[in-house]
């Protein structure tokens, strides 16, 4: 969320805290996915969203520049970032290269390989956990582009293969244990190709007779004040290299899918989510002890509070509510260790956890008015040369931080030091209330940094991933990054921030890693 919009993101966060439940949806292109329906799921249904892409668009066309092939990925991945700044999701990829057009997705398939197109979309469904996974593709000729039919083919063999702990054991390795999502749906439509005549969004008899799921998106958001359709046509125009061009407009707009797999009601269903329980505790019942899921509710029920006592002008009352939940979240986590669950089952569950941690320690931090800040003298280094780091923990809260404790964090072989002892300034209202500089020496060796996903030569078909990272996320993560763990009525909180430059250009600034 750009600057200027931080009220509006921050109560899209909170409300978003009491909801365990996520929802994945899968496309084989930066620009395949059904934007309406992830605002509508993100802001309407506060919902964890996350749009994962096989590929990063490298054969698509560029109307707006010169890139192509790996340049233009790294393009589309920027353009894919602030499509979500927009529609509230995330986004995650797959290691294939775009290789052009392809008939047939037995085509796409034996290039990219079968097993590894599962085994990229259950790495996707066990770093996102979600309840629900929707495929934008059916794996069938109406589909257009070969990749996409293999993204559809694979997708209901990835979605039962995500909670077996006999399939892709690596991912166990990396931290990702067995999930088992609920719900698969597919997307009802075919491709399309801008400028072909084409019409979105009406009422489609056919698919109201089988009485396929209708979502509505042209309904109201009452945070933003726009539509989710509305949203969603100014984030799928971030796609600007694809000549995306969507007039934002009121008015129903509807898109509709198919259940493919898990538990099928009588009535019509009116939500991907019917028949679930996605509150916290609600994704783990029936998993582990009535006490965890005790816990799990009553840290729901203090986010749901913070909700309702939320004001621009009193974010501290929401702040207090979310830390008493951060303390039943954690009673929760520890509780794990006496669980009678499979290692597999704890594992998944702590992750679970420790991702709810994370999220309601950065909402409580901004309802408190706690920041941490993170600056490097110098954003483009090399080999051999040392960097000033500087580091602070500012508050506009009127709750006191009782203590604060640095790290920074440096690539392996990098030499971390301080500059002197922490500043204290406690006695101060408001404002910077500690800082810390340290001395980075980069080792005379140090390699130049590449997206991870560049670092070695690709084939023809797809990337060479390293064997450990960020696998599959957008970007790297940041090569400095500063942490710091203060207490805050009684209890704790871990911030952390990218070390990042800040400079001013003619009208304007940015922040450089």
Known sequence: MARG???????????GLATGGAVLHLGAHPDDEDTGTLVYLSRGLSVETVYWSATRGEGGQNRIGRESNEALGILRTWESLAAREIDGGRVLYGPFYDFGFSKSGGDALAR???DDVVREIVRAIRWSQPLVVISRWSGGTGDGHGQHQAVGIA????????GDPDRFPELDEQGLPPWRPRKFYRSIGDD??????VTFGHMVAEYE???ALRINTGLLDPVSGLTFQEQAALAHNRHRSQAMSFLPQRGDFFYYYRLEAGDRREERETSFLDGLDPTLSGVVEGWTSDRVVKALAEAGEHAAEAVRGYRPEDRETAGAELLSGLARLREARDALADEDLTEPDRLALARFLDRRIRSFEGVAADCLGIALDCQVEDWRVTGGQDVRVTTALWTQGRESIERSAFRLRAPRGWDVGPLGPPSDRREEESGTVAEAAFEVKIPETGEFSSPYWLREPRTEYRYAWPSRGPLGQAIDDPLVEASADLTVMGQPLTLHAPAVRRETFAGGYREMP
């Open 5 to 15: 919009q931080g009220d509006l993101d921050l109560v899209y966060r909170l409300r």
């Open 209 to 211: 007779e089988e009485a």
């Open 112 to 114: 990219w390989g079968r």
């Open 155 to 162: 997708a209901g063999e990835a979605f039962a293969a995500a």
């Open 192 to 197: 399309w190709q801008p400028g072909e005549d």
